[in-house]
């Protein structure tokens, strides 16, 4: 078996949950900045870990959809963790809590999982470390299949902006190489892309400016 280790990045504040993982899980914890996502389950399963409020929160603000196509872009095994009882404090409608949970499954193939408490939350990190070293390198065809599979992820990252289909998506990742860069693009080099014109570079700076009514289905 390898070594548990999991790294979290330092703006968590959770000691709690860290010194479950540390005492009743034995996992080696290594605190630093990371770029993307709350945690790092070693060797490869980024994990973004939200309270139900703040769930709810990053839907308004527009976090939420920004998170999850920088995770998508970044690892074959992204997991979004939502820790809570319950959405009823939230501070959100609840058929729009369920329209950002299906936008995560459905568009940006990233699995969540619910859990009660920050010891809930501990022994699903035990288990998706331990599920993670019981598959090894041994993934089946997914593997081999891997290119593809995140070209497709950052095409349909791509086309969830409005104006934004197959041909258009295939072109802004052979200029640009990720989605990162396209959202980092300057007005003229999306404009030189063709398909892209005034009034749909309007509406994508929109929808990256965060205005809600792209977030809440």
């Known amino acids: 078996m390898t070594p548990k280790v999991i790294e979290v990045d330092c703006r968590e504040n959770v000691d709690d949950l860290l010194g479950v993982l540390k005492e009743r899980y034995d996992f080696d914890i290594v605190v630093k900045q990371l770029k993307i996502g709350d945690y790092l389950i070693h060797p490869d399963t980024l994990v973004e ?9 990053s839907i308004l603000d527009g976090r939420l959809f920004n998170q999850a ?7 074959e095994y992204p997991i979004i963790i939502i820790e809570g009882e319950s959405f009823a ?14 936008s995560l499954a459905q568009t940006f193939r990233i699995p969540f999982l619910r859990t009660r408490n920050h010891e809930d939350t501990a022994w699903h990190f035990n288990q998706l470390q331990l599920q993670r070293d019981r598959i090894g390198s041994n993934r089946g065809v997914r593997r081999s299949y891997k290119p593809k599979r995140l ?3 950052k095409k349909a990252v791509l086309k969830i902006l409005p104006g934004i289909g197959e041909k258009t998506a295939s072109v802004l990742l052979k200029r640009f190489g990720s989605v990162a860069d396209v959202v980092a693009a300057r007005k003229e080099e999306l404009l030189a892309i063709p398909g892209i014109g005034e009034k749909t570079l309007a509406k994508i700076n929109s929808v990256l400016r965060d205005e809600h009514d792209f977030y809440i289905v």
Request: positive net charge; charged residues 25%.
């Open 69 to 75: 196509y920088k995770l998508a872009e970044q690892t």
């Open 151 to 153: 070209e497709n992820q």
């Open 49 to 57: 870990r939200k309270t139900t409020r703040d769930f709810a929160v």
């Open 89 to 102: 404090d939230a501070g959100l409608p609840i058929h729009n809590i369920k329209g950002a949970l299906i």
